[in-house]
């Protein structure tokens, strides 16, 4: 009888592990063969672009660009660029005004002054309504006349326009490659910087030490 068992155990074992392979080669089967080429691709499409540095060189850990496709690529540059504009812009306001450096003088009518206003995100629950609505169509305005690429620059986000230079005509193709990768890196590094001081405020613990 246990030799029986024994025998009947055996060929369950082997019956299960015979649909498990099963299972496994019809997976195999089915799974996109071109997947590793795709990323391949990807990888070869833009492994040189602007950015793609130590340690991490190309990273796109969510496949955004794993078709390499190079229009949806400038797109996200388009966007990362101008996100970390402004992101800087973002720090040191933050760090400007929580220096307590503030405009002379009043901000509306009514007597509030600029010294008034506190810093960090409590400043837009302190701003007067119609000083918001000139805020946002200040920033509307920039958005739609400004901060965009009219004349076709020389690379993504170079918003110029035939109009101001400050001397880059006159840098040569390493230099301005260069500079390039500076705004990039130091944009990046501001959106991770205004995100943590947003998120240290609200959490009560500020990243800036008391004088």
Same mark, same amino acid.
């Given at each position: 009888?246990?030799?029986?068992?024994?025998?009947?155990?055996?060929?369950?074992?082997?019956?299960?592990?015979?649909?498990?392979?099963?299972?496994?080669?019809?997976?195999?089967?089915?799974?996109?063969?071109?997947?590793?080429?795709?990323?391949?691709?990807?990888?070869?499409?833009?492994?040189?672009?602007?950015?793609?540095?130590?340690?991490?060189?190309?990273? %796109?850990?969510?496949?955004?660009?794993? *078709?390499?496709?190079?229009? #949806? !690529? &400038?797109?996200?540059?388009?966007? @990362?660029?101008?996100?970390?504009?402004?992101?800087?812009?973002?720090?040191?306001?933050?760090?400007?005004?929580?220096?307590?450096?503030?405009?002379?003088?009043?901000?509306?009518?009514?007597?509030?002054?600029?010294?008034?206003?506190?810093?960090?995100?409590?400043?837009?629950?302190?701003?007067?309504?119609?000083?918001?609505?000139?805020?946002?169509?200040?920033?509307?305005?920039?958005?739609?006349?400004?901060?965009?690429?009219?004349?076709?620059?020389?690379?993504?986000? %170079?918003?110029?326009?035939?109009?101001? *230079?400050?001397?880059?005509? #006159? !840098? &040569?193709?390493?230099?301005?490659? @260069?500079?390039?990768?500076?705004?990039?890196?130091?944009?990046?590094?501001?959106?991770?910087?205004?995100?943590?001081?947003m998120v240290h405020e609200k959490l009560g613990v500020s990243l800036i030490p008391s004088v």
């Open positions: 009888a246990r030799v029986t068992t024994s025998k009947k155990s055996n060929t369950n074992i082997t019956m299960k592990l015979a649909v498990l392979a099963s299972l496994v080669a019809s997976a195999v089967a089915f799974a996109p063969a071109n997947t590793v080429s795709k990323t391949s691709t990807s990888l070869n499409a833009f492994e040189d672009e602007l950015g793609a540095q130590p340690p991490l060189g190309f990273y %796109d850990p969510l496949g955004l660009v794993a *078709d390499g496709d190079q229009a #949806k !690529f &400038d797109r996200l540059r388009y966007v @990362e660029i101008k996100h970390g504009r402004i992101a800087m812009l973002g720090v040191v306001g933050y760090l400007v005004t929580e220096a307590g450096i503030r405009l002379p003088g009043n901000i509306d009518m009514s007597g509030t002054t600029f010294a008034d206003i506190p810093t960090g995100l409590k400043a837009v629950s302190s701003l007067p309504g119609g000083g918001l609505v000139q805020l946002f169509a200040f920033i509307g305005f920039l958005e739609i006349f400004v901060m965009k690429d009219i004349t076709g620059g020389d690379f993504v986000g %170079d918003f110029r326009n035939g109009f101001i *230079d400050y001397g880059w005509d #006159k !840098f &040569d193709e390493d230099t301005k490659l @260069e500079k390039r990768a500076i705004e990039l890196n130091q944009g990046r590094a501001a959106m991770m910087g205004i995100l943590a001081l």
